[in-house]
């Protein structure tokens, strides 16, 4: 007669699946989330994609000003994410919509660093899980001789 698995082992099972269940779902997102923003494009530098996100969302720029450019951690122990913002002095944003009372307004974006430069990632896609992908799972650039990722 077999004996059923103690709830020792049974607990052990649920645990180890369920780890690498999360870990290949992380991989999948991380690797659809970059993979998707180098097709968007890639830029030599953080500063130089935000100048382009801004050449495209405003009409009549008159004025850009990068406020902050650099790694969104506050150690620097993720030198792949970065956080840049800009205040943009234009007539007006792309889709006609007025910018802020003030006369400027002051977007900010995520980008990160893959083999050959740097990608937009937006807010809501969660740069910092996929940033922490990149870095455990060691891809896009995090496993280059100079790794922008340690």
Not at 54 to 82: C, L, M, R
Request: aromatic content about 14%.
């Amino acid at each position: 007669m077999k004996k059923p698995l103690s709830w020792v082992a049974l607990s052990g099972l649920i645990v180890t699946v369920s780890s690498l269940g999360g870990m290949f779902l992380l991989w999948m997102y991380t690797t659809i989330q970059v993979e998707s923003a180098k097709a968007q494009g890639i830029y030599p530098s953080p500063k130089e994609g935000m100048l382009a996100l801004i050449q495209h969302g405003y009409q009549g720029i008159q004025k850009v000003e990068t406020d902050h450019a650099g790694t969104n951690s506050f150690n620097g122990s993720n030198p792949h994410i970065w956080f840049v913002t800009a205040k943009v002095w234009a007539v007006t944003r792309s889709d006609g919509t007025p910018l802020h009372a003030k006369g400027y307004d002051w977007p900010g974006s995520y980008f990160l660093r893959v083999e050959n430069g740097w990608v937009h990632i937006l807010e809501g896609a969660f740069p910092e899980m996929v940033g922490f992908g990149m870095k455990i799972f060691k891809i896009y650039g995090c496993n280059a001789v100079y790794d922008p990722c340690t």
